[in-house]
């Protein structure tokens, strides 16, 4: 094998993808998918590669550092793209613990079973790091009617694409987090970059917006709002509906994960997002619109079920994120504009209500037990 990188947290939503993305582009590469497989971790969502010779899944915690590293050693790792993490935020506004343990704690086990693995030679090695922008705080809405973006991308030039305010969240803005979630998450990535300057490992953090599509865990607005329209339950909309996210679909945000894993550089941060920014309000009634129409109802006919309800505390208003130097220096754009990602979005979730009955039910965590069985 060319390579032989570990993937963490690939049974997760956005991990998933990239598992999936790697094991068909690269046979060449032995694709080791780690994840502890907690409540958000489903083996169904790579069925489809699960038995390509250049795929391995281990069930593991990233917190297990000698475990981590006997893999790492066993396997000759040259690679982590590291994305295990605790991700929802209304689940570290509970829990705050488990958030500080996966995500920090975490992490660093991580990064010390890289040094102890490559320590000497860092030659060709890389540890990837996978953050989210909320680390950057919020943004003031200073045009809550919208503006005239000053950049467009090719999936960001469609009629909807506002900006609600003249700033955006850029690779040099100084860390202001929230919510217990984007303070684990600062915290992560503050210890790799410490790796970095300390001992020279070779890392680089990417900060993402709000990834959407297909095997998206239905605590998350777009497939929790999709699959209560279906069945027609209320549709819980934080606060007044106002506040904006930046919204860009899993697979360019895995195209951009392989762009930067083969082609960036050592110690670099790249912001990744679709300059495709949407009030929650305004993004639930495409949802409302796109499911009737697909379900063969009258469009628009579930209005009726969007709900008002306490906002999220700590919620930040505004997220939009400058992707310009990803696009300047390593040539990555988002492909998809939104409406046809939402429209594959919706219909995925539609097609597939097999994967959220088991999902919704807990069925899916007996997947792993079953396909274990008898090897
Ligand atoms: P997810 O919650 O869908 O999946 C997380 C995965 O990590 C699951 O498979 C879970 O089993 C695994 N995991 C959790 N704790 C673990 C542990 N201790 N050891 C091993 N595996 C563990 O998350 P996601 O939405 O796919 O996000 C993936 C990464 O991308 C996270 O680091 C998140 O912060 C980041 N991110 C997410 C978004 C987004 O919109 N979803 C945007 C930007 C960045
Ligand atoms: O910005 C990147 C982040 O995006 C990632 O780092 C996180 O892992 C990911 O979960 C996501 O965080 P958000 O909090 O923005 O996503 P969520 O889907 O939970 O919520 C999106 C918006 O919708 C947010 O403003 C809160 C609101 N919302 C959410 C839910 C679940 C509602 O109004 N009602 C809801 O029921």
Wanted: net charge negative.
């Amino acid at each position: 094998m060319k390579r032989s990188i570990i993937i963490t947290g690939g049974a997760g939503f956005i991990g998933s993808h990239v598992v999936r993305l790697f094991v068909n582009k690269y046979p060449e590469y032995k694709i080791i998918n780690l994840d502890k497989l907690t409540y958000a971790g489903n083996l169904a969502n790579l069925k489809d590669i699960e038995d390509k010779p250049n795929y391995k899944f281990v069930k593991m915690d990233i917190c297990d550092f000698e475990g981590v590293l006997k893999l790492m050693q066993e396997e000759h790792v040259d690679g982590i793209i590291h994305l295990a993490a605790e991700s929802h935020v209304d689940r570290s506004i509970k829990d705050p613990f488990t958030f500080a343990q996966t995500n920090v704690m975490g992490t660093l086990s991580l990064l010390q079973a890289a040094k102890a693995c490559w320590e000497g030679n860092y030659e060709g090695k890389r540890f990837y790091h996978i953050s989210t922008d909320e680390v950057y705080g919020a943004l003031e809405m200073t045009h809550p009617e919208g503006i005239e973006p000053p950049f467009t991308t090719k999936a960001s030039s469609g009629e909807h694409h506002l900006a609600y305010g003249e700033k955006f969240f850029t690779e040099d803005l100084k860390y202001q987090p929230h919510s217990p979630y984007s303070a684990a998450k600062a915290s992560s990535d503050h210890f790799v970059r410490a790796f970095h300057d300390t001992f020279g490992l070779p890392t680089i953090v990417t900060n993402c917006s709000n990834n959407y599509g297909p095997y998206q865990f239905p605590e998350k607005l777009i497939p929790l709002f999709i699959n209560n329209i279906r069945h027609r339950k209320p549709l819980p909309v934080y606060g007044k509906g106002e506040n904006v996210r930046d919204w860009l679909y899993v697979e360019d945000h895995a195209r951009a994960i392989d762009t930067i894993f083969h082609n960036g550089k050592i110690a670099e941060t790249y912001n990744i997002g679709g300059f495709n920014e949407w009030k929650n309000i305004d993004i639930i009634k495409v949802l409302i619109h796109t499911t009737d129409r697909l379900l063969g109802r009258k469009e628009g006919e579930d209005m009726d079920l969007i709900t008002y309800v306490t906002d999220r505390a700590g919620h930040d208003l505004r997220y939009a994120i400058d992707s310009s130097k990803l696009k300047r220096e390593l040539g990555w754009e988002p492909s998809l504009q939104f409406e046809e990602g939402i429209e594959k979005t919706v219909r995925w979730y539609l097609d597939n209500q097999d994967w959220l009955d088991n999902v919704t039910s807990g069925d899916y965590q007996k997947y792993y037990e079953n396909m274990y069985k008898g090897r």
